[in-house]
C-alpha cells in the first residue's frame, strides 16, 4: 500500500487508512484528512521534509512521519 510520502509532486491521491494510534491518529484527522478524503500534493521540500498539500481548500504542511501514517490510493 502506498503512502503519502511516496506521492510526488503535482498528483492527487485519496485518502485510504489512516495508521497510528491515539493522539498522533486524532491530530491527523483534526486537521481534516479523513478517509476518503482527496489530497493534492503541492511541494515537497528539497529533503523531504516537509510535504506540502491541498486538503478541503486549504493549505497544509506534514512531516515525513506523519505523511507515513497516511495510506493513499
Known amino acids: 500500500m502506498k503512502t503519502l510520502k511516496e ?16 493522539p498522533v491518529k486524532r491530530r491527523i484527522m483534526d486537521m481534516g484528512i479523513t478517509k476518503g478524503v482527496e489530497i493534492y500534493v503541492r511541494k515537497v521540500a528539497p529533503l ?13 504542511s506534514l512531516r515525513k512521519a506523519d505523511a507515513e501514517m497516511i ?3
Do not use: F, H, M
Not at 506521492?7 to 497510528?20: D, F, I, Y
Open 7 to 22: 506521492v510526488p509532486c503535482g498528483q492527487t491521491v485519496k485518502v485510504t487508512k489512516l495508521n497510528g494510534e491515539g
Open 48 to 60: 523531504g521534509d516537509p510535504v506540502e498539500v491541498t486538503v478541503r481548500g486549504y493549505e497544509l
Open 71 to 73: 495510506c493513499v490510493e
